[in-house]
């Protein structure tokens, strides 16, 4: 798992190759950064922002619903384009992994090629780590400088978390093709007002391209609208594994649920964009 993967990452304090030491990664300077017993490596120093991590318990509601299979299809065009657009070479890298659910779906297209997984939230880090035998899991803050070697990633998926188009360029191979996933403006618009979500934000489109910027040129976009059929207990490990989970009292929450007719008729919908590298100007 790590033996595989550290020939792609550095030392995020001086940048220098790592190891695999015994139970850590380590550079040639002695700096280290142990491997949790659930198999991920920490690699955050100093004072991490978790804020924006997810809880265990969004991780756990996340895990519940994508084990039931409701987004396969996302993680099936996620991965047929990831193995279309992949040059060859070089590793693949999740941002914001989560549970490791479509990083996991993407190795499976691409026999032999190591991935790494970063998320700032342990909780989810110790899916990741089991989501594949060839992920390599890394707790990092994807705001910071990515501990990933200059040129390193054939393929980079970002989906429905932070981006940097700075660093996201850097680790990108010249040759190599990023791919962005976020919801579409109506993605379960049908509980939107009936639980009190948030709804989400139509400038979506324009966010992704500014996030990614002059650095990327689009390749390719592709819209998904599954509808589903839900069950309660379904709703409500979709809402806890999302934004709202933090915005909305459970109790209140609970009594809405139980309140829609079963099976509960909900779209899912999904924007997928790819990007190729520019060049440096
Ligand atoms: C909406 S979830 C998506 C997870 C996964 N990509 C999926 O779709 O199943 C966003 C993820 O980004 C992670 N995250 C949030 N802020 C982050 C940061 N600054 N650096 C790294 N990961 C972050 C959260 O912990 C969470 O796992
Ligand atoms: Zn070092």
Known sequence: MFADVVPYLRCPICADDLAVAEKALRCPAGHAF???????????????????????????????????????????????????????EGCVLDAGAGTGHYLAAVLDRLPGRPGVALDISK?????????????????????????????????????????SGTEFHRVLRPDGALIVVTPAPYHLGELIERLGLLSVDERKADRVADSVGERFAPTGAWSLDLPLSLTHADVASLVAMGPSARHTEPGILRERIAALAEP??????????AFDVRPES
Not at 50 to 65: H, I, S
Not at 132 to 139: F, K, M, T, V
Not at 264 to 273: G, L, Q, S, Y
Request: charged content about 20%; glycine content about 8%.
């Open 123 to 163: 909780h989810a880090l110790r899916r990741a780590a089991r989501a594949h035998p060839r992920i390599g899991a890394l707790a990092w803050d994807v705001w910071r400088p990515l501990p990933v070697r200059t040129g390193a990633v054939a393929v980079l998926i970002d989906v429905f978390a932070p981006r």
């Open 34 to 88: 142990d491997i949790a017993r659930q198999g991920y490596a920490n690699l955050l120093t100093g004072k991490a922002h978790l804020g924006t991590a997810d809880t265990p318990e969004m991780v756990a509601a996340r895990a519940d619903f994508l084990g039931g299979g409701h987004f396969a299809p996302l993680a099936e065009l996620v991965a047929e384009r990831a193995a279309a657009l992949d040059p060859g």
């Open 264 to 273: 509960v008729k909900v779209t899912a919908a999904f924007e997928v964009r």
